[in-house]
């Protein structure tokens, strides 16, 4: 392979494994609007907040799987609170209401993760050393390798449970039509529940790796502002759609950082989604997978 | 078996309910149900059928419409606030207007849905699956397909089949026959009825055709600028000039109303 080619790839394959990063916090936007039309702004500081406990408690000398099933724990309390407290009294309420209302729920959680666990930048060590490793002359990051490879097997444990359970099913009936739903009898508040309790782990699972990647701090919770590109791309309400715009948006980034870069001056990489999916929106209001909206009830 | 002393299975008393806060849907409905029965709810367009309809399952709430005054007893029980999975359980299931199939799921899990409002565990739903596709056969072959690339028909019957999966003793059905062909109609009806006559199902069905209600119905109760203004069998619904003349008549001129929201 010439070098160049070499290097293409190098940073094509660098971009998608970060943009799984991506459609990994998009994931936990699609599974709560799908079900209940919210678009929660908290999930960023859920992220945040799943970090900063893991880590917090880490370095007060718990062992690594202690921490972790403590945040896991931690994590369910914090997505079912939101739920039953903030957004089942708001049901029936327009859009804007509850998307109003969590924007309130994400400062609320950010300025109490602060003030439980202290404003420093903490370091997340996962024990998984970052050294490139070569494959066929292509640097690739081990730890990025593992983020994927996490990530993509969250998401075949989403598909296979909401696939294969009658929960999922039922997850899948509510997304579809959630009036028909509510007169099959299908108890809507268990399945928000239970799609607040699945956002939470997905906050856990991103919150660790961006962790590891970006330091623990504050700003964490801005990686929902990455979804957004993602989720506009892919759609709002579609799981694969989200995997899909997330490779998009990473290896786009990383393609226009580099070979654009030059001819623009840098930094393209932090603002280059935002163009894409604001050109994207006016060709394809509904995303890539995402369903035209009919009609709403 | 509970139901009111008098064998009335679902009665409703002087109801209102409004949307949005303000827009009055229905002003004064009586209306009862024996066990057993089948009773046709006729009406124009905005009559207020659906919204009737949609406070007996108790899913005003979720459309923005709630219940002002009135009263409504299922089973001999106050049910204005009981909700809408609940009364699945305990035997009242309904079938919304305009079919509202789950179209990306297949046919047999829009069925399946049904039964896990109920609560069916594992061997219930087998038997109720066997049981709707012997009611209707052409679902059988659907099973498989996503529910929204079937004909109209058969979205009707996985509808049907669907709230059937809840075993109800009481299904209300809001226009079954709506954009139908008349063939596939008269199948869909006569399933219904075979029902009523050999399981004891009672219906309550929301109808625009009033030749359709008139046919099967014992009983038909009519709503106008929703309140109910005549209840009564076949006989004395022919025999209304009014009725016949804007429903049944050759000169169907109905007259202008206040179009309320459906």
């Known amino acids: 392979m010439s070098p160049d080619l070499a290097f293409l790839v190098e940073v094509v394959v660098g971009g998608l494994l970060s943009g799984v990063m991506y459609a990994l916090v998009a994931i936990g936007f699609v599974l709560i609007y799908k079900t209940s039309g919210v678009l929660n702004f908290a999930q960023g500081a859920m992220v945040l907040f799943a970090a900063l406990t893991f880590v917090s408690l880490i370095e007060r000398g718990l062992p690594f799987p202690a921490a972790l099933a403590a945040t ?6 914090v997505g079912l609170t939101i739920e039953r407290a903030v957004l089942r009294p708001l049901v029936n309420q327009p859009p804007i209401t509850l998307f109003m209302a969590t924007l309130g729920v994400a400062y609320v959680i950010e300025g109490a993760a602060q003030l439980a666990w202290g404003t420093q930048v903490h370091a997340l060590d996962l024990g998984i050393d970052d050294t490139p490793f070569d494959v066929a002359g292509v640097l690739v990051s081990r730890f990025d390798l593992f983020a994927a490879a996490l990530a993509g097997l969250m998401v075949a444990l989403l598909t296979l449970f909401f696939r294969f359970t009658r929960t999922g099913l ?77 490779l998009i948006v990473g290896a786009a980034e990383k393609l226009a950082e580099v070979y654009l870069g030059p001819f623009i001056g840098g930094g393209i990489e932090g603002w280059i989604a935002y163009v894409a999916a604001l050109a994207f929106l006016l060709i394809k209001p509904s995303g890539l997978f995402g369903q035209r909206s009919v009609e709403r009830v | 078996m509970t139901s009111d002393r008098d064998g009335s299975l679902l009665r409703v008393e002087a109801l209102e309910a409004v949307y949005g806060g303000a827009v009055q849907a229905l002003s004064g409905v009586d209306l009862v149900v024996r066990e057993g029965e089948i009773v046709a709810l006729v009406g124009a367009n905005g009559a207020g059928k659906t919204t009737l309809l ?47 199939c789950f179209r990306a799921l297949t046919v047999e899990e829009n069925l399946i849905a049904g039964g896990l409002g109920r609560g069916s565990g594992r061997a219930d739903l087998r038997a109720d699956l066997e049981w709707v596709y012997a009611l209707f056969p052409r679902l059988t072959e659907k099973r498989r397909l996503p529910a929204g690339l079937i004909s109209g028909g058969e979205q009707q019957m996985t509808a049907i089949g669907r709230a059937l999966m809840g075993r109800p003793r009481l299904l209300v059905l809001d226009e079954p026959s709506m954009g139908l062909a008349p063939k596939v109609t008269a199948e869909i009806y006569r399933v219904l009825v075979d029902l009523n006559r050999e399981r004891g199902l009672t219906l309550l069905i929301a109808e625009q055709s009033v030749t359709l209600a008139l046919r099967h119905a014992h009983r038909s109760v009519v709503l106008e600028n929703g309140l109910s203004v005549l209840e009564g069998g076949a006989e004395t619904l022919r025999a209304r000039d009014d009725i016949q003349r804007f429903y049944l008549g050759p000169r169907v001129t109905a007259p202008a109303r206040e179009r309320q929201p459906a």
Do not use: C
Not at chain 1, 72 to 77: F, K, N, Q, R
């Open chain 1, 72 to 77: 896991l724990a931690v994590m369910v309390v």
């Open chain 2, 54 to 100: 949609r406070a007996i399952s108790n899913l005003l709430p979720a459309t923005r419409g709630q219940i002002r005054a009135g009263r409504i007893a299922y089973a001999g029980r106050d049910v204005s606030r009981t909700r809408t999975d609940a009364l699945v359980r305990a035997g009242l299931v309904g079938v919304l207007e305009g079919r509202h």
């Open chain 1, 170 to 246: 039922a997850f899948r009936a509510v997304a579809e039509d959630p009036l028909a739903a509510l007169n099959a009898g299908l108890r809507l508040p268990r399945i928000w529940s239970a799609v607040w309790i699945a956002s939470g782990i997905v906050a856990l699972v991103a919150g660790l790796l961006w962790g590891a990647r970006l330091g623990v701090q504050f700003s964490l919770s801005l990686v929902v502002l990455k979804a957004l590109p993602v989720l506009v791309l892919g759609g709002f309400d579609s799981i694969a759609g989200a995997i899909v715009a997330g």
